[in-house]
């Protein structure tokens, strides 16, 4: 239990001491609320983090409140890019992918007093991490929007077909993707905190 607390407190630190932003499309050419659609599912940093989040919300008796969590997460960071508040979370997205892809591994329901800041910094980091490059104000908050809607119906399919997967064998297969991806966000901050 201190172990993850501890984990919380340098996710959220990660949030805050990022770099100077530096927005980004996916696709070329498709901005607004299509391009934030796609955002999160595109990019492979927030497509681990929102899978690993969904299936260790998936394990949790009281999932549908970490999902509303998340999308408080991703409000909050709507409102702070709004405030003209931007920084590069890339790290905190995979901090929070390998975060809950060990949770997922472990195989335990974390209580809602951890997975819940959890899925608040999550929606941060993603909300966050989502600023196009277009400068246009209405253009940010429609890519924004559709971040936020697709981010959060992502994350509440994996978690709710995650729940339907009850067999034992199901189970060790979520377990080990959980640990999957877990590595891959591991080695990626590795490879980034290294240089």
Known sequence: MPGIVVGVAILAWLLVAG???QAHDVVSGVGGLPGGLLH???????????????????????????????????????????????ITTDTAVLAVAAMAGMAVAVGRRLPLALAGPLAIVAGM???LDSVPQEISMQTTFL????????????????????????????????????????????LVLAVRLGR
């Open 40 to 86: 999160p599912l595109l990019v492979p940093a927030h497509a681990l983090a929102l899978l690993a989040l969904g299936l260790a919300l998936g394990q949790q008796p009281r999932w549908r409140a970490g999902v509303l969590l998340f999308g408080v997460g991703l409000v909050a960071g709507i409102t702070l890019i709004v405030a003209a508040f931007a």
């Open 143 to 186: 890519a924004l929007v559709g971040t936020a809607i697709s981010a959060t119906l992502a994350v509440m399919l994996v978690a709710g077909l995650s729940r339907r997967l009850a067999r034992d064998w199901q189970r060790i297969g979520l377990r080990i993707a959980g640990s999957w991806i877990a590595a891959s966000a591991i």
């Open 125 to 127: 980091a993603v909300a």
């Open 19 to 21: 770099g100077p932003a």
